[in-house]
């Protein structure tokens, strides 16, 4: 399997991910993301739902470990040597006498970390409470750490070899909301739309192909629009309601999430007034986002527009993204809210996500984009910025 990335730039993560450690005090560190063991070696499977990680030490290659099936898969993503791959047997899969943690701790007594400060990713779907306490248990004289965001902070400014894969996936949004747009009409059952957004979002363009995403695709209609993470059955799409599409192509892992809306009939003039405010709140939030501006500045364009409109948006309206796997395609760092002072930089990418969720409907416009050298944000995908109507 070809490499996904070059050997200089694995290099550059590898060399980001040591500086955090030696900023943190941490003589090791284990990453059970995914997302951070593709990123730091270039593993891709489907192997999360059991143990499994990348230990980071300060001298050496990483060190993959994980399922003794799932390591042939790691001889053909990874970067590093045979010899940096590392497994445990099946008798370790849910078992109730023995846990995988224990050959884990076996590994890292081995590099004479007994004693050590180590980093682990405690706030994770991907690292049990079990696993903690058994390696708590194995390693009683060792600190265990929380770093969870450690490599996630390393992964915010893309590289230029990173950006060139999340256009492609752009392109691959941009392609899925066209197909809608061409197909939906009153009467369609909706689990027929998504599976015809499955084929675009999986045949990809020209130039890439298309990987699964870390979501689903969500498209709630009419008062389930009021709702944000609503999916789909097999009713009827029905004129007189909106039905807003949240989803994201994926290349290579790298996401471009991407909304639009689609009003079936004639949308009220609350809806249209809505719309044009909304538009304009994206407007400015994207002109704010510009390099030595922070992530709030960003929210607060957005809101002020909106509130000149007389709606009040709460939360936040964006956050970083990039590599991901399930069940989420964020990255789990910045958060476009006003509170956030992180400073834009240049290669930084993120959903700016302004939905709206009223009582009884939902209207979601949005861009994934990249903050540029100079001037405001580029978005990533291409589809006009507005409400579509289907009379």
Known sequence: MAQSFSDAEFVRRLALTRKAMEDE??????????????????????????????????????????RRMDAFGARRTVWMERESIRDYTDDYI??????????????MKEFGLET??????????????????????????ATFLDATNTVNWQRLVKSDEELDVMFKAGAISSKMIRGIMER???????NKLVAQIYHDAIEGTEDAWGDYPAIVPLLPSGPDASAAHL?????????????????????RRYHAPFCR???LGQPSQEVLDTEKALVEGIEA??????????????????????????IERDGRVGYAVGLSYPPDWGEHTVS??????????????????????????????TESIVIRENGPAECLCDYPRELVVKP
């Not at 230990?55 to 470990?65: A, E, T, V």
């Not at 980093?119 to 390696?135: D, H, I, P, R, S």
């Not at 939906?184 to 909706?190: L, N, S, T, Y």
């Open 231 to 251: 999916t789909w059955d097999g009713r009827p799409l029905r004129k007189g309601e909106a039905t807003f599409f949240e989803l994201a192509g994926c290349h």
């Open 261 to 263: 809306t689609v009003y």
């Open 116 to 141: 050590a400060r180590i980093g682990v990713e405690k706030e994770n779907y991907y690292f049990t409470a079990k696993a903690m306490e058994v390696l708590h248990e194995e390693m009683p004289d």
């Open 336 to 365: 476009i809210r006003e509170r956030d002072r992180t400073e834009l930089k240049p290669g930084m990418t993120f959903h700016f996500m302004p939905a709206l969720w009223m009582e009884d409907w939902g209207l979601e416009i």
């Open 25 to 66: 005090g941490l003589e090791a560190l284990f990453a059970t993301n995914p997302s951070n063991m593709n990123w730091l070696t270039g593993y891709d499977g489907w192997s999360f739902y059991v143990h499994q990680g990348v230990l980071i030490l300060p001298d050496r290659d990483p060190i993959w470990w994980g």
């Open 94 to 107: 849910q078992a109730d006498d023995l846990h995988p943690m224990q050959t884990l701790a076996d590994m």
């Open 285 to 310: 939030g994207l002109d704010a986002a510009r390099p030595g501006n922070v992530a709030g500045d960003i929210s607060r364009a957005l809101k002020g527009v909106l509130r000149q409109n007389g």
């Open 184 to 190: 939906i009409e009153p009467g369609m059952a909706k």
